[in-house]
């Protein structure tokens, strides 16, 4: 009887139980909103946790409530875990594509992302602006990821929506002036930075446009007054920035007591501001007051042993004077102050990396990259780790990752010098030459102590053919530079740049500077090619030996000693010196080409035949290669003869493309032009890769009427494949004079100008090319000072040739043309 009442008992209950859960269905939907209320006032509180559990039930109760996600993604965000507000993100969007906030903060997140991501991050943008087209997050985020892909035109084009859509919001205006001022527009970048002071006239908008008309000197007065003006407009939490910016514009004008008094008196009104005292450590030290530097520093960490940053900042201290064990040393004790401190395991990592990289330590690289992967699985978006991923990118050779992951870290962290400086050597390796020197000037804008970011900007300015910035900049980054680390391969830029000016007895004390137990090869180089132009053979020779037996194969060091022996009628010792090189390097097609060149001054003309036919086919890319065999045949008089000679070749070898390249080059030389150009496009067609071909071929086109649309298309694409020779960037400029684009010409003739050695006999012709494209320009005064060079350069020449006797080229008539009409027309 018991066993019965308890069976009914369990029915009872479970008919209960039954009946409970079908009223349980019927009050999902109050539940489900009683849960996502509950969530949203978490949110409002910032009860991160709270908020995740509420969307959470919600999901349990319907997955695919879009609500739920959304509020889950902001309750993930809050509480800084941000791969999971991502893919939370990313659901939002898949339940719902009509919610558009969803949608805008999905490709925030694609921003951080590489091509792939930035493309679908434009999808978005567009997605929404279909719906509201006027939305100017939408416009600005797109206009983002075209800059970041490198889309300028697209970029500039949304942002400029942008400010028409909103002309009171001061991001569009920074971000286009930002633009502007990255891609060379100075005017239009000045005129955006000024707007940008009349929409929010606070610290950042005066500050960013003294920091854009600092890098003038001849507007200082303007500067300083504008920087004065910012920190007077700077809000409590903004004034050690501002008072840091008054200070650094001081430094970098070697107003030194002003720059001290500055920082000084940021220290008494921002209370226990370690960055306002590491950035007045580093005053000390860059003025050789590195006693009281180290005291200061030592002080802070002494004062809060149980605080991270004060050990972070002598960390960063040590790092900048080159100590990186001692840094390592001070991010191990600010981890041992706080086990967790994000940026304390990052600093760590950076540290890591860089000895690792330094000693090809590889454990100590790996130990480095894990911390950063770590900490960007739960926060992609940290600037800190895009930072160190960045370096690791960078030294890894992934240039186009590292230069994405550091305009992330900057959209984040816009005053960051050392992003800045690292951002401008991953473009300038990149061969984005304005991008880099605008990001290094900036940097410098923001640290005016960065030595490093001055030494690569006058690298920079000397690559683009401003020698005086070049000199300007690189002499400065010389004297802020540490005692004893001397920086050779800076001298040697900055002696180069005085030679192209002809400024030679200025270029020989700058070399002589260097002191005797650190001057290598390219330094001996460097004097004895200084001297040669000064007239001084035996000193000039002297030098170059050196360099030739501290490398005894380099190509350009036997090129100035053969020049010379032939001369000064010592061809025998050049051939000793070259057959000697070739024994260690018999491969290498630029000492066989020297070889030939021996045998032709020797009288051997077979050898010599076979030897430049040999550098050919060894590097069919290398313009002198053909240059010189086609010279030698004009030479022997022989033109005929070799044409038929290859026009035989090609028959049975159709499909060669070198040898269209060697017909068409050799059909140049006699002026027979539409016979050149056909074979270069066959050349062409046949081996896209043959960049000479291109080149060639676009210099044809443009010379002789054709299409400048095309000729622009090959001779961008052989200035790809030949990033660093003279005659592509010659080519590439002269196109683009002929399409009226003077500006972009002038830049790519000044790169071939400098790129060009002092004594090469095209180069009058270079300076030819960029007089005009200075005089369409309206630029007289470089104009004249072009064609005034090139002259130089021709009587230089046949000063060495044998003085009057020897005749001017033919060509010399047109550039003395120029100059009598550049000073018809005015000073």
Known sequence: MASCRGTLAWLAASLLLLAGGVAGCGDDASRLQAHLERG???????????????????????????????????????????????????????????????????????????????????????????????????????????????????????????????????????????????????????????????????????????????????RDVETEKLYREALARAEEKEKAAAHAALANFYYARERWDEAEATLRQGIDAVEDDLELVYTLARFYHGRGDTKRADEMIQQATQAKPEDPKPFLVLSAYRGRNGDLEGALAAAEDALKAAPEDVAARLRKAELLVDIGFRNQDKPKIAEGRAVVTKVLAGDAANPEALFVQSKIDLAEGQLDTAVAGLRRAIDQRPEWAQAHLLLGSALFLRKDLPGARAELARSLELDAGLVEAGKLLARVHAALGDDDLAIEVGRKALEGERAGSEDVKLRILLAQSLARQRRLDDAARELTAIPEDKRDAEAWYALGRVELLRSHADPGRAHLLRAQQLDPTRYEVLRALLDLDVRQGRLADSAERIGTALKSKPDDPKLVQLEGEVALYSGDQATAEARFKRAIEMDPNDVAGYEKLARYMMVTGRPDEVVKTYEAALAKNPDQATLHLTLGSLFELQGQVEKAIARYEDAVRLDPGLAVAKNNLAYLIAESGGSLDRALDLAQEAKELLPDNPNAADTLGWVLYKKRSHEAAIGYLREAVRNMEPDDPQLPIVRQHLALAYEASGDLKSAKEAVDQAIADIEARRSRDGGEASPEPAWAGEIRALRERLAQAGP
Do not use: C
């Open 40 to 218: 949203e006032k978490y949110l409002t509180d910032g009860q991160y946790p709270e908020a995740q559990l509420e969307f959470k039930n919600v999901l349990q109760i319907d997955p695919n409530q879009p609500k739920a996600h959304y509020g889950l993604a902001r309750a993930y965000l809050g509480a800084k875990q941000a791969q999971r507000a991502y893919w939370e993100l990313q659901e939002t969007v898949r339940l719902d594509p009509t919610h558009l906030d969803a949608r805008l903060e999905y490709a925030q997140f694609l921003l951080l992302g590489k091509r792939e991501e930035l493309e679908e991050a434009i999808k978005q943008a567009d997605e929404v602006l279909a719906k509201k087209p006027d939305l100017m997050p939408a416009l600005l985020l797109k206009g983002r990821a075209l800059q970041t892909l490198e889309r300028f035109d697209e970029a500039r084009a949304a942002y400029e929506q942008a400010m028409e859509k909103a002309p009171t919001e001061a991001a569009p205006i920074l971000l286009l002036a930002t633009l502007h001022r990255g891609r060379g527009d100075q005017a239009r970048a000045e005129e955006l930075f000024r707007k940008l002071t009349e929409v929010t006239p606070g610290f950042a908008s005066y500050a960013a446009l003294a920091g854009f008309l600092a890098g003038d000197s001849a």
